[in-house]
């Protein structure tokens, strides 16, 4: 008997739309510049959206940025995607705009074809998954590096004659601004600058003095939070007595365009009087002064590695502790309070010595045992109300408690000598005054 079998019939598998984005990049934060990012990225969604069998997967753009390097974020957030496999096709203008680095271009390029992701300059009219892409992107790519080079190397120029003439290529601190090579001062934030000055000779320590600016909304040059570090560079830059130093940093190369302090491996420029200056000489030298002497007296030993060295957390604000050298002896101290102060994280300082015994205890030993401390111990919770959660590397845990050291143990000899000067030194202040 005949059998006959229906097949159903399935209807064709239609073909998916090629997944376009498009990459645009401007070498400058100017105007004109932005203009034309802003430019680009409508041509390119208007052209891909338009594109019958495309479908529109995003325009990235990078605003500012080099060429040389991978770290733009739009750049590498586009490579994420086409890793995620969300992109077929990338529209770009020209080889220089996505990369002038020939490193970084083939590496990049190739990558993409292995994901099977082609891309497109315009300009060359190349497609890198076609045979002979590679080869003309290798010679052009060549180019765009050597025109990157030149563009350095004028650059370069541009500044050293500036330097030999006695002129700032630049100026981006508190309390000037550059018109035609000149600092001229700005009024309100040249009081700023004597304030700083002002209080670090009163006694102020350079983190004490950055809480106060953030406290009474005085803004940096960019408007950003005051840091300790700030307070560092403004304390020991002669440009506010009215001198330059140029050339102080250099660029290594133009490729990586990293830039390192200058120790001798390009002449530095001594400019005396080159402008008007808003803390006067003796000032100037009376902090540096000052700046030595406290650096002398307290200072953080950062190459002190001991057992406990990254195993102590603070409960209140996560922050590693740190090793210190005080006037009553080595303690440990939280990053956020050594640094910041008792606003931002209000942890106590643990003496050193009352850590070791604590943590013998919790050990079980007579002593302080470095290797078993690194053995057992995986890390040291230190708590509100001087206690110390101890985590063993088996899992458990178990609590202490440390006592303070009492007025008379902390009140040592050189303490109390340099209690002694400073009162002498603030009577003296008070004799010139009246």
């Known amino acids: 008997m005949q059998k006959i079998i229906k097949k159903v019939a399935h209807p064709p598998k239609l073909e998916r739309k090629k997944r376009v984005?498009?990459?645009?990049?401007?070498?400058?934060?100017k105007d004109a510049m932005l203009h034309s990012l802003s430019s680009q990225v409508a041509y390119?969604?208007?052209?891909?959206?338009?594109?019958?069998?495309?479908?529109?997967?995003?325009?990235?753009?990078?605003?500012?940025?080099t060429g040389t390097k991978e770290s733009r974020d739009e750049f590498q957030r586009l490579l994420a995607d086409c890793r995620?496999?969300?992109?077929?096709?990338?529209?770009?203008?020209?080889?220089?705009?996505?990369?002038?680095?020939?490193?970084?271009?083939?590496?990049?390029?190739?990558?993409?074809?292995?994901?099977?992701?082609?891309?497109?300059?315009?300009?060359?009219?190349?497609h890198t998954q076609s045979s002979e892409g590679e080869l003309m992107m290798t010679i052009l790519a060549s180019y765009a590096q050597e025109e990157s080079l030149s563009a350095s190397e004028n650059q370069k120029w541009r500044i050293k004659r500036n330097f030999e003439a006695g002129?700032?290529?630049?100026?981006?601190?508190?309390?000037?601004?550059?018109?035609?090579?000149?600092?001229?001062?700005?009024?309100?934030?040249?009081?700023?600058?004597?304030?700083?000055?002002?209080?670090?000779?009163?006694?102020?320590g350079r983190q004490a003095i950055a809480n106060r600016l953030n406290e009474l909304g005085i803004p940096t040059r960019f408007e950003k939070s005051w840091h300790q570090d700030t307070i560092r560079k403004m304390l020991r830059n002669e440009k506010y007595t009215g001198d330059l130093l140029l050339q102080k940093t250099f660029r290594t190369d133009h490729l990586t365009k990293q830039t390192r302090i200058?120790?001798?491996?390009?002449?530095?420029?001594?400019?005396?009087?080159?402008?008007?200056?808003?803390?006067?000489?003796?000032?100037?030298d009376a902090v540096q002064q000052e700046l030595v002497r406290r650096a002398e007296s307290v200072h953080v030993k950062p190459g002190s590695s001991t057992a406990f060295t990254g195993k102590i957390r603070c409960g209140?604000?996560?922050?590693?502790?740190?090793?210190?050298?005080?006037?009553t002896g080595i303690a440990w101290v939280c990053a956020t309070y050594n640094t910041k102060g008792k606003k931002y994280c209000s942890s106590k300082q643990i003496p050193e010595e009352t850590l070791k015994a604590v943590t013998a205890k919790v050990l079980g030993c007579d002593l302080f045992d470095e290797d078993a401390f690194a053995e057992r111990i995986a890390f040291v919770s230190a708590l509100p109300n001087n206690a110390l959660e101890f985590t063993f590397t088996d899992g458990h845990s178990e609590n202490a408690t440390w006592q303070d050291r009492s007025r008379s143990e902390s009140w040592t000899a050189e303490r109390r000598q340099a209690a002694a000067e400073k009162t002498r030194k603030r009577s003296e202040k008070k004799c010139q005054e009246q």
Not at 44 to 62: F, M, N
Not at 316 to 327: Q, S
Request: net charge negative; charged share 25%; with cysteine.
């Open 21 to 29: 984005a498009a990459y645009a990049r401007v070498s400058s934060g």
């Open 44 to 65: 390119y969604s208007t052209l891909i959206q338009k594109h019958g069998d495309w479908e529109y997967a995003g325009v990235y753009a990078d605003e500012a940025m």
């Open 84 to 126: 995620a496999g969300c992109i077929d096709l990338i529209l770009t203008k020209s080889i220089s705009r996505f990369a002038r680095n020939t490193v970084t271009l083939l590496e990049t390029v190739r990558e993409l074809k292995l994901l099977e992701v082609d891309v497109f300059f315009e300009e060359q009219n190349i």
């Open 167 to 204: 002129k700032p290529w630049d100026c981006t601190i508190l309390g000037y601004r550059a018109k035609d090579g000149v600092f001229e001062i700005v009024p309100e934030e040249a009081e700023t600058v004597r304030l700083v000055f002002k209080w670090y000779l009163d006694g102020f």
């Open 262 to 284: 200058n120790h001798g491996e390009l002449p530095m420029y001594h400019v005396q009087d080159a402008h008007e200056p808003i803390i006067d000489r003796a000032t100037f």
């Open 316 to 327: 209140l604000c996560g922050k590693k502790y740190r090793r210190k050298t005080t006037h």
